[in-house]
């Protein structure tokens, strides 16, 4: 560690002297000289000491003056009183300062040395200690964000098991409250770089979670400000993204806001309506509410609200594509039921096909959006020119997923073995194997039966149980070594799995292997 000190002193002999004997002693510390108090405050200000030796006795403002100056403004600094009185009001005087320690003139280099030496380590201890609470503040950030983005994730497109759901929930800064809702951020292309800078917003207003990019889609879950009326705190954090992040020239964001929820499990119908909030991009006010839409228009009739509330778009993430193509035909057929008009029905299918089309962006299927069919003269055509549409967003969903080799859900449950001590977001592992977030998801329902989350920490615990064998680690020390940094939590999730606390496990692990090292001594 690299530590400052100032060696103050009205006597150049005595300054010389002291630095000589710690410059020789101490190859890591810097040092410089004041000849008076008054230079030594202002020397505290821009040298900013670790450490500052100080004679008492100096013309002018004395060193214990000096001290109480300077500890007004700079707490941390130590002091080592030097004087040539060993009085005892000198020393009372200094110990209600807070000096560290004193030297007698003349002293012994060995004397300088031990004193000196002994703050010095104390001094170390607390840089050590401070570095090391920063890595670990720092790892904690990390840990939130990973945490945040996959509850987000898992929130909005899947499902989070319920042990693990209360306890990350229990871990974000920004908690939750009765109601909520969820915006969607489109962001320009090529503006990916405004994610973080829209996440550091929504932290700072400590209004919501977000979670990870899709495309150049940004689902954020926005918490009831009772405060404020649901529209007044919906516009004035839209406004807030739109006009802090610094899009490129000519480029804008547009957000799409959905309708109030009061439940976790109704968050993926806030999201559809948010979703379908971006639908027209061509407003003037950059933002719209799902709820205006409805007020604007009649594109929605009951049918097709009904079908959606079934979780169109979720048919559409698991490859669920009869029952996609027979929610449009049902539409169509019903519009066609209740006379309604044909145009006014082609435009509720393109409605129908945008969505699928978003989702399938979402899962990193690029696809061109379905903004208009060829002339239609009746029903039938439609359902003709509906039918090709879906059969091209089939095929670019088959294509994309028979590209993907048969292991690689072999490749990523050994990747998160072997990382599991890191931060593995879904995020992450997507860029590892060229997937989307989503679609691991889904892969370790259908082929492992297990949720993602309860994957990497099952991969966690069992590491922490070999670990455990080993009785000169800690439990402090193996909760950072799998991959936790809160103690507590490690505890509570182990507990969990285990049905004993860690502490629990390795005493009876420890007290078996005792059993068996006697066993095999009686041998």
């Excluded at 020239?249 to 999201?271: H, N, P, R, T």
């Excluded at 359902?383 to 590209?403: C, P, S, T, V």
């Excluded at 940094?485 to 502490?503: G, I, L, Q, R």
Aim: proline share 2%.
């Amino acid at each position: 560690m690299y530590v400052k000190l100032l060696i103050v002193d009205d006597e150049q002999i005595e300054r010389e002297g002291m630095e000589a004997i710690l410059q020789k002693a101490f190859a890591n510390v810097e040092i410089k000289q004041a000849k008076n108090g008054r230079l030594a405050v202002e020397m505290a200000g821009e040298f900013q000491p670790d450490l500052i030796l100080m004679d008492i006795k100096m013309p002018g403002m004395t060193g214990l003056e000096a001290i109480q100056l300077i500890r007004e403004q700079f707490t941390q600094i130590k002091f080592i009183m030097v004087t040539a009185f060993d009085t005892f009001e000198f020393a009372r005087q200094a110990i209600k300062l807070g000096v560290k320690d004193y030297l007698l003139k003349p002293s012994k280099a060995t004397e300088i040395v031990d004193t000196v030496g002994r703050v010095l380590k104390e001094i170390e201890a607390e840089q050590h200690a401070f570095v090391l609470q920063n890595v670990q503040q720092n790892a904690l950030k990390k840990t939130l964000s990973v945490v945040e983005t996959d509850v987000v994730t898992q929130l909005l497109f899947d499902h989070v098991h319920e042990i693990h759901l209360d306890m990350l929930v229990e871990m974000l800064e920004i908690p939750m409250t009765k109601e909520m809702f969820v915006i969607i951020v489109l962001l320009p292309t090529g503006s990916e770089k405004n994610y973080r800078e829209i996440k550091n917003i929504v932290r700072d207003t400590r209004t919501g979670w977000v979670g990870p990019m899709y495309g150049n889609q940004l689902p954020i879950i926005v918490f009831r400000d009772f405060k404020k009326s649901f529209r007044s705190q919906a516009i004035n954090l839209a406004r807030q993204i739109l006009s802090s992040a610094k899009f490129d020239i000519g480029a804008e964001g547009f957000i799409g806001i959905g309708s109030v929820c009061s439940a976790l499990d109704q968050l993926k119908q806030s999201y559809q309506d948010a979703l379908i909030a971006t639908m027209d991009t061509t407003m003037s006010s950059r933002y719209r509410f799902y709820s205006d839409i409805a007020l604007q228009d009649e594109l929605y009739n009951e049918y097709f609200v009904k079908h959606r509330q079934k979780e169109f778009s979720d048919h559409i993430r698991i490859g669920h594509w009869n029952q996609v193509r027979l929610d449009v035909i049902n539409l169509i057929q019903y519009s066609e039921s209740e006379g309604k008009d044909l145009v006014q029905t082609q435009q509720q299918v393109l409605e129908a096909l945008w969505i699928a089309s978003r989702v399938l962006n979402e899962l990193g299927i690029e696809i061109e959006i379905p903004l208009y069919f060829s002339k239609v003269n009746d029903y039938r055509q439609l359902r003709f020119e509906a039918g090709k549409l879906l059969d091209q967003m089939i095929k670019a969903y088959l294509d994309h997923y028979d590209r993907i080799e048969a292991d690689t859900i072999h490749q990523i449950k050994q990747y998160i073995f072997d990382h599991s001590n890191q931060e593995i977001s879904l995020e992450a592992l997507g860029r590892k194997v060229g997937l989307s977030p989503i679609y691991i998801s889904k892969m370790f329902k259908e082929k492992l039966g297990i949720n993602y989350i309860d994957f990497l920490t099952e991969c966690r615990i069992e590491k922490a149980k070999r670990l455990m064998s080993d009785p000169q680690k800690s439990i402090k020390e193996i909760t950072f070594e799998v991959g936790y940094h809160e103690p507590n939590y490690f505890s509570k999730v182990f507990k969990k799995m285990c049905h004993v606390s860690p502490k629990e496990y390795r005493k009876t692990l420890l007290g078996k292997k005792d059993e068996w090292v006697t066993r095999d001594l009686k041998k």
